[in-house]
């Protein structure tokens, strides 16, 4: 039997959308521009701006790009930020523009910065001021010819902008000396912005909108090309698989994860924007106290988080006495949701802690557990409408149901190609048009897809497949560990062994505790030859623990 999955999902969705429903995200946001105009749309640091605010400052920015810096539909531009008001302004405007988005991770080394600019070609970036002086150091490089320079608190209401932003400035001196000078400030671009000479684009279903980077399947750093399409087809498949558990106009998201992320931009700030949600972004959510102090504010009804996320505000004293009894959707992506997390989750909070999946490639998302699920099932959900997951072998056949295999996808928020590497596309399609995600997993008959772990990571001890995420699984579950990672490490014996990292909960917890637990769960050539306790664990921008890092 073809490990393909064709049947009906959960009650009251469909099996098939209309990927061409819309025919742009500025349609999309458009609508919701105008039905949600009085209702809010964003809140960050005390600031709340309405869809209908939203839409006017929208507007100032995408005349700005248009009549004064000329730009034209097409050109690419850049956005480092972090979750702020500045970026959904942003972000909005130059798409209106008919512009295509670079979005830029905000803590990245001149040389990774230097490298995604020039790849793309971006001719303009709006960058956070914290950041411009490694903008600086690269701009030579590159063929940014117009640089919007914004400090944190420029969108707040005055005096606290000044305030926040000279704190940031001069007392916790988070802004480095920096000199561009053709740099605009954020507030200036959005004064010479006029909204009422804003040129009409007619933005295309396959016109770009964005140019996500990622290191993909094979390591090497590059832009998933994401059409309109892909994006709006994400959008309305993600629509028809929440609705029956969404109020329009109603919702209150958490957002943590980062923006310029795939997760959080298509979940938090198309998705649920498109459903007159109210985003409130958490611009540090490394500052756990911090980050309680504000979800003890809202009546939330929906956190979309990663598992380390998830599992430090467990580990925060107070965050069993928030109030939870709005929560409707937890949802957990990114990297495997553990076991141990997920259910402390829903003994905390009284709601299961959902686990979806996708990839940059694939806009992101490709499965998600039903809304309705009782409890953590291990599994990363089932596909969503018109998508096919299949799970195939090296040469590219479907495996039986139940066992191990790539997991692929195929759908229309199947990205169009990497940005200008026809060959790393090539080889990351399969000859009937899937996407190769480079992860491994299975199928069961009920069609709920379980990822067992990228195939890169696995560990091979004397002929055995060893998958990290069982093992960080299990010693998870012990009661001493706040964190851990698990690689492969050449050894002479078993040609490679498990090294295991670990982050203490408890001072008290030594190798023997953890051999004793080990072996207890796991047969012996799992169980982890070296051991390695670590203050903390090296993470990417929303979370993920870098497994590559700790091998290198």
Request: with cysteine; hydrophobic share 40%.
């Amino acid at each position: 039997m073809e490990a393909i999955w064709h049947k009906n999902y959960q009650e009251g969705v469909p099996f098939e959308i209309d990927p061409r429903e819309y025919n742009s995200i500025p349609e999309i946001l458009e609508g919701a521009f105008k039905k949600f105009s009085n209702l809010p749309a964003y809140h960050n640091m005390g600031k709340t701006i309405t869809f209908g605010e939203l839409e006017t400052q929208c507007k100032q920015f995408c005349s700005y790009l248009q009549n004064r810096l000329n730009l034209q539909p097409g050109d690419r531009v850049a956005l480092m930020l972090p979750n702020i008001l500045q970026y959904p302004i942003a972000l909005f405007g130059l798409l209106q523009a008919g512009m295509a988005a670079v979005n830029v991770n905000p803590l990245y080394t001149a040389r990774e910065l230097q490298h995604q600019l020039q790849d793309s070609g971006a001719k303009a970036i709006v960058i956070f001021a914290n950041s411009a002086h490694i903008l600086e150091s690269v701009l030579p490089a590159t063929e940014v010819e117009h640089v919007i320079v914004t400090e944190i608190g420029d969108m707040l209401t005055f005096p606290k902008s000044w305030i926040v932003n000279a704190v940031i400035k001069y007392v916790k001196k988070m802004v480095p000396n920096w000199n561009i000078p053709q740099a605009v400030s954020f507030k200036d671009a959005m004064d010479q912005g006029d909204p009422a000479a804003v040129k009409p684009v007619a933005v295309d279903y396959e016109d770009v909108a964005f140019l996500q980077y990622t290191g993909g399947t094979t390591g090497v750093s590059k832009g998933a090309v994401l059409t309109h399409g892909n994006l709006v087809a994400n959008i309305t498949q993600a629509r028809a698989w929440i609705k029956p558990e969404i109020r329009e106009g109603k919702e209150v998201v958490i957002t943590p994860l980062p923006l310029y992320h795939i997760f959080a931009l298509t979940a938090n700030c198309l998705t649920f924007s498109s459903l007159g949600a109210l985003n409130v972004l958490i611009t540090n959510p490394r500052d756990i106290p911090n980050f309680v102090k504000e979800l003890k504010k809202w009546d939330f009804t929906v956190i979309i988080g990663v598992n380390t996320l998830f599992n430090a505000l467990l580990n925060h004293v107070e965050f069993k006495n928030l109030n939870f009894r709005n929560l409707g959707i937890a949802l957990g992506g990114g990297m495997a949701v553990q076991r141990p997390v997920g259910e402390a989750w829903q003994k905390v909070t009284g709601k299961p802690l959902l686990e979806a999946y996708g990839l940059t490639e694939t806009s992101p998302a490709a499965c998600i557990n039903p809304l309705n699920l009782p409890g953590y099932n291990g599994y990363v959900g089932l596909p969503l409408p018109s998508t096919i997951v299949a799970v195939k072998d090296d040469n590219e056949k479907d495996v039986p149901l139940g066992e191990i295999g790539e997991i692929c996808i195929k759908g229309p928020q199947v990205m169009k190609e990497y940005w200008q590497r026809p060959e790393e596309t090539r080889i990351v399609m399969t000859f009937d048009g899937f996407f190769k995600t480079g992860d491994l997993g299975f199928m069961n008959a009920e069609g709920f897809v379980k990822i067992v772990d990228r195939k890169k990571d696995m560990i091979i001890v004397s002929g055995f497949n060893v998958y990290p995420n069982e093992i960080e699984e299990v010693i998870a579950g012990h009661d001493k560990v706040l964190e851990c990672a698990a690689i492969g490490v050449a050894d002479e014996k078993s040609g490679e062994a498990v090294k295991l990292f670990v982050v203490k909960k408890e001072p008290s917890l030594t190798e023997d505790d953890l051999r004793r637990f080990c072996k207890e769960q796991l047969t012996g050539y799992k169980i982890p030859k070296f051991i390695e306790f670590r203050a903390e664990l090296p993470k990417t921008n929303v979370g993920k623990i870098l497994r590559r890092a700790l091998r290198d």
